[in-house]
């Protein structure tokens, strides 16, 4: 059972930037794809993006417009999504998970963490 922990949330100006991580319990947990993806009120979760075990990378559309990355430190069993220039619409919960292959879909996505929250004040 791979435990999921995501700090690095809170309340960030228009434009401004956060650092999430999200800390595994396993040191197997190098073999999992990482993926992010967010919750706004209202809405169903979505992808933000993901990494593979070897440090491949997919982002959603929004994501690949260069304010979002992703990484992972597997000395560490933990993976950070920087955000740089955030807006608004940003708002939701973010949570990581882990599973066998790096996909979009939360379904494929064997274990979550309890999600952090992330605001962006206009």
């Known amino acids: 059972q791979v435990q999921l922990v995501e700090s690095g949330g809170g309340l960030v100006q228009a434009g401004g930037s956060l650092r999430l991580s999200c800390a595994a319990s396993?040191?197997?947990?190098?073999?999992?794809?990482m993926g992010w993806f967010r919750q706004a009120p209202g809405k169903e979760r979505e992808f933000v993006a993901s990494?593979?075990?070897?440090?491949?990378?997919?982002y959603a559309a929004d994501s690949k417009k260069g304010r979002f990355t992703l990484s992972r430190d597997n000395t560490k069993n933990t993976v950070y999504l920087q955000m740089n220039s955030l807006k608004p619409e940003d708002t939701a919960v973010y949570y990581c998970?882990?599973?066998?292959?790096?996909?979009?879909?939360?379904?494929?996505?064997?274990?979550w963490g309890q999600g952090t929250q992330v605001t962006v004040s206009s």
């Open positions: 998970a882990a599973g066998i292959v790096s996909t979009t879909s939360p379904s494929d996505y064997s274990y």
């Open positions: 396993e040191r197997t947990v190098y073999r999992y794809a």
């Open positions: 990494i593979n075990w070897s440090g491949g990378t997919t």
